[in-house]
T-cell receptor
Framework: DTAVSQTPKYLVTQMGNDKSIKCEQN?????MYWYKQDSKKFLKIMFS???????INETVPNRFSPKSPDKAHLNLHINSLELGDSAVYFC????????????FGPGTRLTVT | TQLLEQSPQFLSIQEGENLTVYCNSS?????LQWYRQEPGEGPVLLVT?????EVKKLKRLTFQFGDARKDSSLHITAAQPGDTGLYLC????????????FGTGTRLKVLA
């Protein structure tokens, strides 16, 4: 019973391509997130959705577009991939309230060649 | 500028030793979490601290939230190889942008 799942686990693609990463959570959480973890293991939030509404949109290129078809899903679409987009992308979810305890997916390792 | 600094950045110790990881900021946090991340996996929540001065224990791990809610520490007693991983603190700031931020991380390796 996976709580937060992501597909694919690995994604290797060429510069200029468009790709999507899917995320699903079965925890009944209202809020979902996308994070980027760089080679130094620093986790930086990219987007946050609450009940299908965008609430956080950090400074990321507009080539990145999140889509939330329902509150259990938050997908990440990336256009015109660049070498610098190579990283591990994590989806997470949480309940609103005091103490934002987040539950993370296994990550998607994106390699752009 | 990192808003939540962790120290040390790297730590390699022998099994059975004790260690402390620090998480410091100039910002005040309404809550702070500690996570552990193993290679190829996502971070896993260990604990949440909310009240200034709060101490929580999880088996051999002791977590403390600073009185002013600007810092936290994680102390591991008698470390075991299974404790190896990346430890991340994260917090919800009470003001400013970037409300929920992660620390810079501490990579711990416990040698058998």
């Amino acid at each position: 019973d996976t709580a937060v799942s992501q597909t694919p686990k690995y994604l290797v693609t060429q510069m200029g391509n468009d790709k999507s990463i899917k995320c699903e959570q079965n925890l009944g959480h209202d809020t979902m997130y996308w994070y980027k973890q760089d080679s130094k293991k620093f986790l930086k939030i990219m987007f946050s959705y609450n009940n299908k509404e965008l609430i956080i949109n950090e400074t990321v290129p507009n080539r990145f577009s999140p889509k939330s078809p329902d509150k259990a899903h938050l997908n990440l679409h990336i256009n015109s991939l660049e070498l610098g987009d190579s990283a591990v992308y994590f989806c997470a979810s949480s309940l609103p309230g005091q103490g934002i305890e987040q539950y993370f997916g296994p990550g998607t390792r994106l390699t752009v060649t | 500028t990192q808003l939540l600094e962790q120290s040390p950045q790297f730590l390699s110790i022998q099994e059975g030793e004790n260690l402390t990881v620090y998480c410091n900021s100039s910002s005040v946090f309404s809550s702070l979490q500690w996570y552990r991340q193993e290679p190829g996996e996502g971070p896993v929540l260990l604990v949440t601290v909310v009240t200034g001065g709060e101490v929580k224990k999880l088996k051999r791990l002791t977590f403390q939230f600073g009185d002013a809610r600007k810092d936290s520490s994680l102390h591991i007693t008698a470390a075991q190889p299974g404790d190896t991983g990346l430890y991340l603190c994260a917090g919800e700031r009470t003001s400013g942008t970037y409300k929920y931020i992660f620390g810079t991380g501490t990579r711990l390796k416990v040698l058998a």
